[in-house]
């Protein structure tokens, strides 16, 4: 359609893999993955902005068919904000700073989307990363013994002062004092 061949990043299909894979991977020539929740092909964005060497009218009124149907099976806002929130999560507990972009593009909307989306909702991207660090920082603090310098750097705080500070700041306490508090209320 484009006149460019390209290699798909990757071709999932919901049925399970077959004993022969010689013809998908010669056609395909990318990682296969079966048995997944839906068919799709993953490329590059870069091929989405080729122009088609051909106008096809019928072919156009078919896939814009299919997509206002994909648009219409979207999860409602709730779930998307869930979805958002775990993906930032991800960034975090994998020690990288969220970033509105990455979250947007794992979400297949605009970044200016994504803020309306969330405007909406009644946050912004600033406070549901704020919230996931305070939400991790609290089950760190207090499902394991680590110090609050280990829990800064595992939660990407470049200095444990700005942890501290954000961790009064949500609780009212220290961790060390968090732990005390919840000990003596756990003894009676």
């Known amino acids: 359609m484009t006149g460019v061949d390209f ?10 893999e077959p004993r ?3 013809e998908h991977r010669r056609v395909l020539r990318a990682p296969l993955r ?3 929740p839906q068919n799709q092909i993953t490329m590059p964005v870069a091929v989405l902005d080729l122009p088609l060497r051909e106008s096809e009218p019928a072919l156009a ?9 994909a ?17 930032i999560a991800a960034q975090v507990t994998a020690g990288a700073t969220p970033r509105i972009a990455y979250i947007a593009r794992e979400l ?24 996931v660090r305070r939400e991790l920082a609290l089950a760190l603090a207090t499902e394991t013994s680590d110090r609050a310098a280990q829990i800064a750097q595992r939660l990407g705080y470049a200095e444990p002062s700005a942890f ?3 961790f009064r700041r949500w609780t009212g306490h220290t961790v060390s004092e968090l732990r005390r508090h919840r000990t003596r209320l756990q003894q009676g």
């Open 34 to 36: 079966f048995g997944a």
């Open 164 to 166: 501290h500070s954000a």
């Open 20 to 22: 022969s894979l010689v």
């Open 108 to 131: 297949a909307v605009s970044q200016r989307s994504l803020q309306r989306a969330l405007h909406s909702a009644g946050w912004s991207f600033r406070d549901i990363v704020d919230d």
């Open 7 to 16: 290699v798909p990043l990757e071709v999932a299909f919901q049925h399970r």
């Open 61 to 69: 009124a078919v896939l814009d068919d299919c997509a206002s149907y």
């Open 71 to 87: 648009l219409a099976r979207l999860p409602p806002i709730s779930d998307g904000l869930k979805l958002c929130r775990d993906l």
